[in-house]
């Protein structure tokens, strides 16, 4: 509350005038004052400061303190009173009792402070005070108890409450504080006088703002009365009995003259304050409530002080009050007006009565009390009888009186409770007004009259009338006319102008029921006191009611009206009728029906109707039964007269009910049927039901039925039976759940009274109807079955009736599946349909009707599905139904997949109009199947018999197998989807446990007509067991065979291979243990190896593969399979392919038998199924999943060795599968430990078996070389098998060189067997014509190359010079036939593209294009890679002697290997150049010609790696030599376009693109690939020529300008914006990327003042945007505030580690190789990486060019990321090369020096010339580059200030442009002085003679004024200026 020190401003929390003060305060908050007083709204208070006395008595601290406290500072003061509190505790009392005197001064001051915590202080000190001097007050008590009563009463409760704890600490007993209340009541009386006579002027003499001083005088003002008011309550007796004087029994001693004290003073301050009128014209609400509460205590204790001139000033402002529009104020103000009327009742003759008074309490009660509601309300009743008779008129003065107060009903938003308060208080005054009639007449005719025209004027045409929302359109919405009486005209009138004021006078509804409450509680009271004015009411009430229903035809808002009424009704029944009172029927109730029903009976409104059934509901059935009918002619005295018996009323009431309610209620064709029906039910007796629902019934069903013979249904009464059934429904549902209270008339909650034999007829003849169907037919249905939740089970039908409507809706069904289009529906109606129900089908004409048959049917399900839960597991309709239901919604899925065409439909199917509505019928039809089936729940299903089940699962399953089976292929693609979707539905709903779910897919999985083709499986014996098929059994019926396959491939992606083909399930261990603890084990009791084998075998399927999609879940399953007992599932799966491989395997070609693993598309070439699955599993198995090792692989080995031969004899098949196998298997069994991890004894068994591998193959060795060499090889000799098993068993690595001899080395080979191996490849050599094997069969050269790779790899150690003669002399021979082949394959389509024009096709030409580049022997490549590998075997031999440094191989210490060698790579490279060559110039001829070209090398992808790697390991000179060849090849394009197609081929391969990314970046091509020059120039010398060629070249001219290739300027210079929204491995993205990366490790590698470099930098600065740097930063996820976080330990997120590793690796290495290499296979991290490096490299060799890029950016949020990431990750490198760079720099001479500060990170150059000189200091940012260099002279000596400012702005210039180190831009503003010292003209323009970009001087000379220009800056000026004058003498240039 209070202002912090210093504050001069108002603040927020201080309101600017006292007036706002006010009004922001709460109302409603209240002090705690003495004894538990509550006082009055919270004010707040003003600090007054007054200056503080020195205490020269009181101890030194105390007084420091006590004169701190007359600080104006609140802080100052707080602190000072939490010292004084501890310094109280800390004293005796003695001490303390010294300085009460003191204390008191600033107690009383204290108290009146502004601050809020200052006065809590103050009474807290006080406290602490008041315990430490106990006894020791009581000299003191006097002067202090003024302030400290009046501190009970502060408006702030923590300060209130901490004054009243002070109080009770000095007087903890009730009685002791009353008596020192008594003791200084004359005290308190001077001092609260003091406080009314302030002013806000006399409260304090310091300078305080005038609005806390005006709060501050309201609050002890305030505070003051009410602290008065209570005193004299207190005095007088009224607060004895308030809480905290309860146990006060005697008057306390000195009381009556405490009284008298009281009386004097409390007179003379009433008079003094002019009674106190003047604080209720204060602008302070708590003022005036103060003063409320004052007058009310001066009017109750104090009355003679009220003399007639008192009065009469008074009786105008408290009778007057009632202007006062504060709620707070209203409560102390109603007290004070009752009190003041009543005590003094003449004062009403005082004032002007309707001026004064009642115009302001008819103010008051429209506006609603003003928000004060739950005050006023209950006070108006007593000021009614506080109110002299004859100061009113009474009549006018009553109506007024209500009509006001209904006027505010509304006002202010009122709540539950401001309205309960207002109908309460309305009753009661109502009530009273009646009751006391007598006060204002005389006579009981007047008393009689005046009652009479309440009930008139108030209760009926202005309660009854507003309830039923009716207005009098002539007095404008109000109920008075100008005289004040009600001016009705006639009911119609009002109806009528109702309708336009409703939606005005539209109240919430709990309005409208209070309301209503209010009238039946008037009602409910006169019924019992007046009679008479009863029946007024009541006939007002009916011939309202009945004109609304005369006007209900003819008038819409007269059915709100009834609406009204029947509501009316409904609270009349809970508020009166329910309480035993009989008045609502005997005056309202039964006249109303008796004069309504005539009327009602002839009209068709649903709402009068209603009117009746509530009544009913209400009254009784007979009672209002009889009621309706009293005026018809039949015997109506029985009820009238009374005198009949119960059983003559019941039989009168049972005929009226036939004869006359049932058919009238169920007439047709009305609005008011549902409303009928309701009134029907509702007449419904409990004694009368079965009579009443039997004639119901009866008349219902004759009418459906009119004669004997069954006819058509009736359409009406049909809807008239399906509501009336849906309403009982509903009914018996309520009472079920008691949500409305059961009535003890009408009890239908038993079923069985319901169900009845006409019922049951009339549904099964609606179920067995034929269409058309209607709505009301399945809604009939529904109702009176039920089921339509689960938990519905009510239903109106007999068991033999529910069983015949459900086989009625079976065949509906049946009949729609039997007229599909599909083949497999309609077998599937003949699963479902029973035993000899074919013949009872009904018969359908068309489509259209089976389609109306099946909507009725799923009509009739939805809503009575659940039924069938009640049937036995022996009935089939279950089973039947819910297949039906599956099997419809299927087929309805697939009609829409088959039809559909990616949404749009096939113009075939839905070609005309008719079709097409055809189709969208079907189509919503199939969503409704769809959507009921789902809603159905697991829960139903599982709840079904065992029996249903399994026969309900058999019919789905046999379903499915032939929906795959019968649908034509063309569909698959869609069906396949579906039909796994469909299984996976039947085995989610239907299983309960894993055993059921595997039974059904046995089920699924039995042997059929095109299924298993491969493997035979018998699933009915235990074991499971499967046998391979021959050739010649296998199905022919393929398509159908792979549709199956294709199903269960994607059922095994959706369920796992665990349980289809491992049929695993949990059960319950073994052992004894386990069973105690109830765990579940895996068993494998399922297995389906068959199943896995016949996948493998079929390989290929629609939408998948056995290697894409089987292979890769059979390995995960593999590396997750426990071990289980006994044989695994992998084993038997292998024993299976293994069986059918040996059963069907021989073939007479071989497809491969690899020296390395077999790749993907080796083994898919293998065309034999058995063999190519077990290779394809093998593979998996032992190489890539490594779930294998060497125990399974010896087993497999030894199971293959023993049936190599048969007997003697070898089995050839055998044989020939043996190479495979130990393809997949040869690197278990040939590493250097085949041991055991066991005992010793398993070790001794592996040895074992290792002796036996290696002797065993040492057998094959020697078989091999008892046969002929391969170059005599004949047909019908073995030679290429035991070659092909030989190879088989010496594994190798493909990744060639020097890793793959030491990868031999570790193979565990013997010497015997090396020398045998070697003894084979010699034999090759030495039995035969070398120079002949060109003329073999190319299979033959095939197997010779492997022999001689397999040779070379493990015998290289025994190699002498004739047998690496005899290797490089084939190995050469084989790669020069490929190259040839290569050549003329460039060759043919450079001939192609010549001959080509621009109007052939260019379909035409990719076949031409196809044709070119055929191969016809397609061995040459095979052949060619084997002799690549081999030579990398050499190569690598060759590498490891220099890694070694030893001589390991003397038969290679030869010369002439090396010349070999080189050649063998020079043919290498050309292979390289003709394959770009060939897709550079197919670019050209038409758009795909580049991808056919590129397609070829993916086929012999392992060829084209080795041909890279080769490359990449080539000297310079190789690749200058086959660069010259290229050349002088002649061809369309040359090397650089050849490394350029590669690089950014369509289709890439990784390997060729790195490449020829080598080779563009090194010499001899490097200074050709970037820009456009002439390569003759450089190819036409030697090669030691070249550094003196280009040194040359890079001296020439800078003012020429270059371009770059068009194969990367469309990437660097014209860079498409649409690059910033492609993916980040877009490969656009990457070549742009590759593009760049060239260009800027080629200008790293010249020469940072080369010519050269700076026209290619210029060339990027005028021509380059920087959308490269935009893209970079795409890849880069760093976020600006990272690099305040990071900490070294902490990991950076993906992406931004590599990149800013990269980024620093590429500063400091200056080279973009290393990312470049780890760029492929391209992934998001990758890329990071490459751009990481780039934006690094950038940064180094082209800064300028990126700082103009950040300085261009308008997204802070952007610059600030760049920067943070450059500051934290670029720019510590680049500032220490930079520094190193300067350091090291040889500049300084004799004129000029140059000083280092590496950690402040400056330059001081300093420049003397004879007396002149300058010290220039350049400073380097933390973001160097980003940010500008700055550049600063420090001192200067003998330069004028133009001259110095001309250096500064030249250094500036150099340091900022320079696109290099610094230490050049340094160098060269050196240059450019001494130039300048020298006397060489400075260019005009810039003020430099060194040219700031190009570095040239100014040679462009004026013909008039002779000054010297630089060619840039001239062009630059003509440009910009649109002149080609002199800048200087404007002459023309």
């Known amino acids: 509350m209070g202002r912090p020190k210093g504050e001069g401003a108002r603040s927020k929390n201080r309101p600017s005038s006292s007036s706002l003060a006010a009004s922001l305060l709460p109302t409603g908050a209240t002090s705690v004052g003495f004894g538990g007083y509550v006082g009055s709204s919270r004010l707040d208070s003003t600090h007054i400061s007054e200056d503080a006395n020195p205490f020269p008595d009181v101890d030194g601290e105390v007084a420091l303190h006590l004169k701190r406290l007359g600080r104006k500072d609140p802080t100052t003061k707080l602190k000072a009173l939490t010292s004084l509190c501890e310094l109280f505790k800390q004293k005796s009392g003695e001490e303390v009792a010294q300085i009460i005197p003191q204390w008191a001064f600033e107690y009383k001051r204290l108290l009146q402070d502004y601050n809020r915590e200052v006065r809590r202080a103050t009474n807290e000190t006080m406290t602490s005070l008041v315990i430490t001097v106990g006894r020791g007050l009581a000299p003191h008590l006097k002067s202090l108890m003024g302030p400290w009563w009046f501190s009970q009463f502060d408006p702030v409760p923590e300060v209130s409450q901490s004054a009243r704890q002070s109080l009770q600490a000095a007087f903890p007993a009730q009685d002791k504080r009353l008596d020192a209340l008594i003791l200084c009541t004359n005290e308190i009386f001077l001092y609260l006088e003091e406080n009314l006579k302030l002013t806000p002027q006399t409260m304090s003499d310091k300078a305080a703002p005038l609005d806390e001083l005006e709060e501050t005088h309201q609050q002890v003002v305030s505070s003051s009365l009410l602290a008065l008011a209570t005193l004299i309550d207190i005095l007088f007796g009224t607060q004895l009995r308030r809480p905290g004087f309860d146990n006060i029994t005697a008057e306390p001693k000195n009381a009556s003259k405490a009284r008298e004290t009281a009386i004097s003073s409390a007179g003379k301050i009433f008079s003094t304050h002019k009674y106190f009128v003047d604080f209720l014209k204060s602008q302070s609400p708590g003022i005036r409530s103060a003063t409320y509460s004052i007058l009310g205590s001066f009017i109750r204790h104090v009355p003679h002080a009220f003399n007639q001139e008192t009065i009469k000033t008074l009786s105008v402002t408290i009778l007057g009050a009632f202007q006062e529009k504060d709620p707070a104020c209203h409560s102390p103000m109603w007290e004070t007006v009752l009190l003041f009327s009543k005590k003094f009742s003449d004062s009403w003759t005082n004032a002007n009565i309707q001026k004064t008074v009642l115009n302001r309490f008819w103010i008051f009660l429209r506006n609603g009390c003003y928000g004060s509601q739950q005050v006023s309300y209950p006070n108006l009743i007593h000021f009614l009888d506080t109110i002299p008779p004859k100061a009113i008129i009474g009549e006018q003065f009553l109506l007024n009186f209500f009509q006001n107060l209904w006027a505010g009903r509304n006002q202010s938003y009122p709540s539950s409770l401001d309205r309960l308060a207002f109908f309460k208080a309305f009753q009661e005054c109502f009530l009273w007004s009646v009751h006391n009639a007598s006060r204002y007449c005389n006579g009981v005719d007047a008393i009689s009259q005046f009652r009479v025209s309440l009930m008139e004027n108030i209760l009926l045409l202005l309660l009854w009338h507003d309830y039923l929302l009716l207005v009098n359109p002539k007095s404008q919405g109000s109920v008075f006319s100008d005289n004040g009486k009600f001016n009705g005209g006639s009911s119609e009138d009002s109806i ?73 009704f409904s609270l009349l029944g809970n508020e009166a009728v329910q309480k035993g009172e009989k008045w609502p029927l005997d005056y309202l109730a039964g006249p109303l029906m008796a004069k309504s029903f005539p009327l009602i009976r002839s009209m068709d409104s ?38 009949g018996d119960h059983e003559s009323r019941t039989k009168h009431f049972l005929q009226v009910f036939k004869e006359d309610v049932v058919p009238w209620c169920l007439r047709r064709n009305n609005r008011s049927m549902s409303a009928c029906l309701d009134l029907l039910l509702a ?21 459906e039925n009119p004669s004997p013979v069954p006819g058509p249904v009736d359409f009406d009464h049909v809807a008239v039976l399906a509501m009336l059934m849906e309403k009982i429904r509903k009914e018996i549902s309520k009472r079920k759940r008691k949500v409305e209270p059961e009535s003890n008339i009408w009890q239908g909650s038993d079923l ?21 169907f209607t709505t009301s037919y399945a809604c009939f249905l529904r109702s009176v079955l039920g089921g339509s939740v689960e938990d519905d089970k009510t239903s109106f039908l007999s068991r033999d009736a529910t069983v015949r409507i459900f086989e009625e809706v079976l065949k509906k069904i049946i009949i729609f599946l039997m007229n599909s289009s599909f083949p497999w529906a309609k077998h599937a109606s003949s699963l479902i349909l029973l035993t000899g129900e074919k013949d009872t089908l009904p018969k359908c004409e068309s489509y259209d009707n089976a389609l109306e048959m099946a909507q009725f049917a799923l009509e009739v399900l939805e809503g009575s599905f659940f039924c069938l ?83 309900l699962g058999s019919i789905l399953i046999q379903t499915i197998r032939s929906t795959i089976m019968e649908t034509d292929t063309s569909y698959m693609e869609k069906i396949t989807p579906l039909c796994c979707q469909w299984m996976l539905e039947v085995l989610e709903y239907l299983c309960w446990d894993c055993t059921q779910e595997q039974n059904m897919l046995d089920q699924l999985l039995d042997e059929g007509s095109y299924w298993q083709s491969w493997v035979l499986a018998t699933l009915s014996n235990v074991s499971r067991s499967a046998t391979s098929k021959l050739k010649n059994a296998v199905d022919t019926h393929t398509s159908r065979h792979h549709q199956f396959v294709a199903f269960v491939d994607k059922l095994i992606s959706a369920l796992g291979v665990s349980k289809v083909i491992a049929g695993s399930v949990l059960q319950t261990a073994s052992s004894s243990a386990a069973e105690a603890a109830g765990e579940l084990v895996q068993s494998h009791s399922y297995s389906r190896a068959w199943l896995a084998a016949e996948m493998l075998c079929t390989w290929k399927w629609q939408g998948g593969n056995a290697l894409g999609s089987f292979l890769p879940l059979l390995s995960d399953y593999a590396k997750s399979e426990k071990s289980v007992p006994g044989e695994s599932l992998l084993d038997s799966i292998v024993n299976i392919l293994l069986g059918g491989a040996l059963l069907n395997g021989y073939s007479d070609e071989l497809s491969f038998s690899n020296i390395w693993p077999a790749s993907d598309d080796e083994i898919e070439s293998i065309q034999e199924p058995f063999l190519r699955a077990l290779v394809s599993l093998l593979s998996t198995l032992f190489i890539k999943a490594n779930v294998w090792g060497k125990e399974k692989a010896v087993s497999l080995y030894e199971s293959l060795v023993d049936k190599l031969f048969i007997g003697m004899t070898v089995n050839r098949i055998c044989l020939r599968i043996l190479p495979f196998v130990m393809n997949t298997i040869i690197k278990h069994l040939r590493s250097r430990s085949i041991e055991s991890d066991g005992s010793c004894e398993d070790a001794q068994l592996y040895s074992l078996k290792k002796n036996q591998i290696q002797g065993t193959m040492k057998d094959w060795l020697q078989r091999a070389l008892l046969l002929p060499p391969l170059i005599t090889w004949k047909e019908g000799q073995d030679v290429e098998e035991w070659v092909q098993l030989i190879i088989s068993c010496y594994p190798l690595s493909e990744i060639g060189g020097v890793g793959t001899i030491k990868m031999a080395l570790r193979r565990d080979l013997s010497h015997s067997e090396e020398k045998m191996l070697l003894e084979l490849f010699r034999k090759q050599r030495c039995d035969g014509d070398a120079s002949n094997t060109a003329n073999q069969l190319s299979a033959v050269q095939v197997i010779l190359s492997k022999l001689i790779v397999v040779s070379v790899a493990y015998c290289w150690k025994n190699f002498d010079v004739d047998d690496w003669d005899f290797v490089l002399s084939q190995v050469r021979g084989w790669i020069e036939s490929a190259v040839l082949l290569m050549e003329e394959i460039a060759e043919n389509i450079d001939n192609l593209v010549t001959n080509t024009t621009a109007s052939d096709n260019s379909e035409v030409t990719a076949k031409k294009l196809e044709k070119a580049i055929w191969i016809s022997d397609p061995y040459i490549m095979t052949i060619a890679r084997n002799a690549l590998f081999a030579f990398s075997l050499f190569c690598g031999l060759i590498e490891l002697q220099q890694e070694e440094n030893a001589e390991l191989i003397t038969s290679l210490q030869n010369e002439k290997w090396d010349i070999i060698k080189n050649r063998i790579l020079e043919d290498v490279l050309r292979l390289f150049f003709a394959t770009g060559i060939a897709e550079a110039i197919a670019s050209s001829c038409c758009p795909e010609g ?137 490969q656009h993205r990457v070549n742009v990327f590759i593009a760049w990366a060239l260009v800027v490790s080629h200008l790293h590698s010249l020469p940072s003042s080369s010519p050269a470099k700076e026209r290619i930098v210029q060339c990027i600065l005028d021509s380059a945007d920087s959308i490269i740097l935009h893209c970079i930063f795409q890849h880069i996820p760093w976020k600006f505030g990272m690099g305040q976080n990071w900490k070294k330990d902490v990991q950076l997120p993906a992406g931004v580690s590599e990149a800013a590793t990269a980024a620093g690796r590429a500063i400091t290495t200056g080279s973009l190789l290393f990312a470049v290499e780890s760029l492929w296979p391209i992934g998001t991290e990758q890329m990071a990486s490459l751009a990481g490096a780039l934006y690094g490299l950038m940064l180094r060799v082209l800064p300028a060019y990126v700082r103009d890029f950040f300085a261009g950016l308008r997204d802070r949020s952007t610059s600030s990321t760049i920067e943070s990431f450059t500051k934290l990750w670029c720019s510590p490198p680049l500032l220490e090369d930079e520094m190193s760079q300067i350091k090291m720099a040889n500049v300084a001479d004799e004129n000029f020096s140059i000083s280092v500060n590496k950690t402040a990170f400056e330059v001081v150059a300093t420049y003397k010339k004879e007396e002149s000189g300058m010290d220039l200091v350049i400073r380097l940012p933390i973001s160097y580059p980003l940010r500008p260099v700055d550049v600063d002279c420090t001192s200067s000596l003998g330069i004028s200030e133009s001259k110095k400012r001309k250096w500064l702005m030249s250094l500036t210039a150099f340091v900022r442009y320079q696109n290099g180190a610094l230490a050049e831009a340094i160098r060269i503003w050196k240059s450019n002085f001494d130039k300048e010292f020298l006397g060489v003209e400075e260019c005009p323009i810039c003020y430099s003679i060194i040219h700031t970009s190009n570095h040239s001087l100014p040679r462009l000379a004026c013909k008039t004024c002779k000054h010297k220009f630089h060619g840039g800056c001239l062009y630059k000026w003509f440009s910009t200026s649109h002149k080609s004058t002199c800048p200087l003498c404007q002459s023309p240039f």
């Open 1490 to 1626: 580049a991808s056919i070209i590129a397609s070829t090398r993916l086929a012999h992808l392992h060829f084209w790696e080795l041909v890279a790697s080769n490359v990449i390991s080539s000297s310079n000179h190789v690749r200058n030599v086959a660069v010259k060849s290229i050349e002088l090849w002649g061809l369309s394009n040359g090397p650089i376009s050849s490394l350029y197609a590669i690089l950014f081929s369509s289709k890439p391969t990784s390997s060729l693109q790195l490449a020829a990314f080598l080779i563009l970046t090194t010499e001899p091509l490097s200074h050709l690939a970037i820009t456009k020059e002439d390569t003759a120039s450089c190819l036409g010398c030697d090669s030691t020529d070249n550094l003196d060629i280009n040194q040359s070249r890079f001296d020439s001219s800078a003012e020429e300008t270059v371009h770059f290739r068009e194969e990367i300027s469309c990437m660097i210079e014209k860079s498409s914006y649409e690059i910033l929204e492609m993916e980040l491995v877009a």
């Open 752 to 772: 069985e009274r319901w169900k009845h034999k006409l019922l049951d007829s009339a549904a099964v003849s609606v179920a067995c109807c034929s269409p058309p």
């Open 496 to 568: 009528q102008s109702s309708g336009e004021r409703t939606k005005e006078r539209r109240y919430p509804m709990s309005d409208m029921q209070e309301l209503g409450k209010c009238i039946i509680g008037i009602l409910s009271d006169l019924s019992t006191k007046e009679g008479n004015l009863l029946s007024t009411f009541c006939a007002k009430f009916q011939e309202d009611c009945l004109e609304m229903l005369r006007q209900e035809e003819h008038l819409q808002k007269s059915s709100e009206h009834i609406e009204q009424v029947v509501n009316f």
């Open 869 to 951: 839960k009640t049937f036995d597991e022996k009935c089939e309709l279950v089973s039947c139904i819910s297949a039906a239901i599956f099997i419809i919604d299927w087929e309805c899925r697939m009609a829409a997949q088959v039809t559909l065409d990616e949404g749009s439909m096939i113009s075939e199917y839905v070609g005309d109009g008719e079709s097409r509505k055809k189709f969208h019928v079907n189509i919503d039809f199939g969503e409704s199947i769809h959507a009921f089936r789902c809603k159905i729940s697991t829960d139903f299903w599982n709840s079904l018999s065992m029996h249903n089940l399994n026969r």
């Open 606 to 643: 649903p709402e009068a109707v209603r009117l009746l059934s509530i009544m009913a509901s209400i009254f009784g059935p007979q009672e209002v039964g009889s009621q309706l009918f009293v005026s018809e002619t039949r015997d109506s005295s029985i009820h009238l007269s009374g005198d």
């Open 683 to 703: 007449l419904l007796d409990n004694e009368c039901f079965v009579e009443q629902w039997s004639s119901i019934l009866t008349y219902a069903t004759k009418l």
